[in-house]
């Protein structure tokens, strides 16, 4: 049951994360006077050494780490000790504290999709542009009916190769939109809230936003650590960008055949590596 209940090996994704709304949540209570100077620089100190073992893959995990939270407080006791550790978790909760994790996160990779959906988009335009006169055949559908008289596929209309690129392109500034729209609801800050009905230390959540790059705070507690409708639309959105992205990889795959020849796939993309044999 132990086993069954540990999240660690999922939720250390979550290390830089947790790291991050730590170090801002130990400014955000010196600066309402829980924490002293020396106390606030040993736990700043503390968490920097802790990050930089998970950076450096020297991080080693104990039998009751059970989530990232506590694996990364256990070491922060060892590194700093105790008494100083653990007036961190002062006024906070594990629920507005992986609610944080989880919201910085997904902002992060979000923002790194939106440069990588950016550049593809780019590509195809530029490839649109540069091939603008290269003509194809279009197609509705590649069913043959039952009763014709040959067997090649019924061609539509003829299209523009450029068309082609840019009708993915299309879909895929949709998809860019989509996540964009995203990233603002997901940038919002839960952390303040306690466990669900806020945080008795006065701690200043303005300030922790502002710390943590947040556009915004979520200003009903219980909606703070309960909410996780952010995670299903950040789901929904790689699943249709996905399905956009297999879209157009069929579509490249049959064109690339023998049968059509309208696309030629690099030898670096289409071979396979293959080992030498064993002697």
């Avoid at 049951?1 to 801002?24: C, Q, V, W």
């Avoid at 542009?129 to 069913?143: A, D, R």
């Avoid at 922790?208 to 409708?229: Q, T, W």
Wanted: proline share 3%.
């Amino acid at each position: 049951m132990t086993a069954f209940n540990e999240s660690l090996p999922y939720d250390r994704a979550l290390h830089t994360a947790d790291i991050i709304g730590s170090k801002a949540y130990a400014k955000a209570i010196h600066k309402s006077g829980i924490l002293t100077d020396h106390e606030c620089s040993e736990l700043l100190r503390g968490l920097d050494l802790v990050e930089q073992e998970w950076l450096d893959g020297k991080f080693v995990a104990q039998e009751h780490d059970e989530d990232i939270h506590t694996a990364n407080e256990r070491r922060l006791g060892e590194i700093i000790g105790k008494e100083i550790a653990g007036k961190l978790h002062t006024g906070r909760s594990r629920n507005d504290q992986v609610a944080t994790d989880m919201r910085i996160w997904t902002r992060e990779e979000g923002r790194k999709l939106v440069g990588i959906v950016k550049e593809l988009i780019g590509a195809m335009i530029l490839r649109a542009e540069k091939e603008i006169n290269v003509l194809m055949p279009g197609y509705t559908h590649l069913q043959v009916p039952s009763n014709a008289k040959t067997s090649l596929m019924k061609r539509a209309q003829p299209i523009r190769w450029s068309h082609f690129l840019c009708g993915y392109a299309t879909f895929l500034s949709q998809d860019l939109q989509r996540l964009t729209q995203l990233l603002s609801r997901v940038n919002l800050l839960p952390l303040g809230s306690g466990a669900l009905a806020g945080n008795p230390f006065k701690v200043d959540r303005e300030f922790l936003a502002k710390e943590l790059g947040f556009e915004g705070i979520i200003e009903n507690s219980l909606v703070a650590v309960s909410d996780r409708d952010f995670v299903t639309e950040f789901l929904f959105w790689a699943s249709l960008t996905s399905q956009h992205l297999s879209r157009l990889a069929e579509d490249l795959i049959i064109y690339g055949t023998a049968e059509f020849g309208f696309v030629q796939l690099a030898e670096a993309y289409s071979y396979p590596t293959f080992l030498s044999p064993l002697t």
